[in-house]
T-cell receptor, first 111, second 115 residues
Framework: KNEVEQSPQNLTAQEGEFITINCSYS?????LHWLQQHPGGGIVSLFM???GKKKHGRLIATINIQEKHSSLHITASHPRDSAVYIC?????????????FGKGTKLSVKP | KAGVTQTPRYLIKTRGQQVTLSCSPI?????VSWYQQTPGQGLQFLFE???????NKGNFPGRFSGRQFSNSRSEMNVSTLELGDSALYLC??????????????FGEGSRLTVL
C-alpha cells in the first residue's frame, strides 16, 4: 500500500463544475503540499499546509491531521485548470527533507 | 526575482555513460532537493542539500550522487547510465528556517533519454 493515496486517478469535468481531489496518507507529517503539473513537465506549488484550510483564488485546500486526509477543491473550474494535481507529504525530524508523493490526479476540464 | 534554473533541459546519452545535471536555486534559498519522475513510478525523492551538506537521501543506488556549492547551486550526477534512468529530473529550492521547510519552487526539469 502506498503511503500517499490520491483519488480519483482521472477526473473529467465540465467548465464551471466544482471539483474535489482527495489525498490520504499513512505516515506522520509535518506538512502537506499540493502541486500542479501541466503538460511539458513544469511543477507549480499550489499550497503548503499543516493544519486547517487555505484559499487562493478559486482553489481551496483543507487538511484533517487526525484523519490523515487532505482535499483540494476547485470552484468554477475552467479548461486552464486541466493538469495533473499531485499531493506530497513531508515527514518529521530527520526525514523532514524527504517528500513522499501521491501518483497524481489527472484533471481534464471540458469547455 | 529569477526562478529555479535547470540545465540542460534535454539530453540524450547511451548506456554506460555518465551525466551531470545542474540546478541554480532562487537567490537566498539554501535548500535544494532533487526528484526523478517516470511514467511508471511517478515522482520520487532523490536527495536534499542544505549549506553544502546532504541532509536526506532517497532510496536510489549509489550511481546517483549530488553536491551543493557554496553559492547554493547544486549538481547531480548519474554514473553508468541504464535505460531505466530515462526520466525527467526536477530540482526544487526552498527557504528553511530553524529546520522548518518552506514552500517549494521547482525548476522546469532536465529530460534525460538513455539509449
Amino acid at each position: 500500500k502506498n503511503e500517499v493515496e490520491q483519488s480519483p486517478q482521472n477526473l473529467t469535468a465540465q467548465e464551471g463544475e466544482f471539483i474535489t481531489i482527495n489525498c490520504s496518507y499513512s505516515v506522520g507529517i509535518s506538512a502537506l503540499h499540493w502541486l500542479q503539473q501541466h503538460p511539458g513537465g513544469g511543477i507549480v506549488s499550489l499550497f503548503m499546509l499543516s493544519s486547517g484550510k487555505k484559499k487562493h483564488g478559486r482553489l481551496i485546500a483543507t487538511i484533517n491531521i487526525q484523519e490523515k486526509h487532505s482535499s483540494l477543491h476547485i470552484t468554477a473550474s475552467h479548461p486552464r485548470d486541466s493538469a495533473v494535481y499531485i499531493c506530497a507529504v513531508r515527514g518529521y525530524g530527520g526525514s523532514q527533507g524527504n517528500l513522499i508523493f501521491g501518483k497524481g490526479t489527472k484533471l481534464s476540464v471540458k469547455p | 526575482k529569477a526562478g529555479v534554473t535547470q540545465t540542460p533541459r534535454y539530453l540524450i546519452k547511451t548506456r554506460g555513460q555518465q551525466v551531470t545535471l545542474s540546478c541554480s536555486p532562487i537567490s537566498g534559498h539554501r535548500s535544494v532537493s532533487w526528484y526523478q519522475q517516470t511514467p511508471g513510478q511517478g515522482l520520487q525523492f532523490l536527495f536534499e542539500y542544505f549549506s553544502e551538506t546532504q541532509r536526506n537521501k532517497g532510496n536510489f543506488p549509489g550511481r546517483f550522487s549530488g553536491r551543493q556549492f557554496s553559492n547554493s547551486r547544486s549538481e547531480m550526477n548519474v554514473s553508468t547510465l541504464e535505460l531505466g534512468d530515462s526520466a525527467l529530473y526536477l530540482c526544487a529550492s526552498s527557504l528553511t528556517d530553524r529546520g522548518l521547510y518552506g514552500e517549494l519552487f521547482f525548476g522546469e526539469g532536465s529530460r534525460l533519454t538513455v539509449l
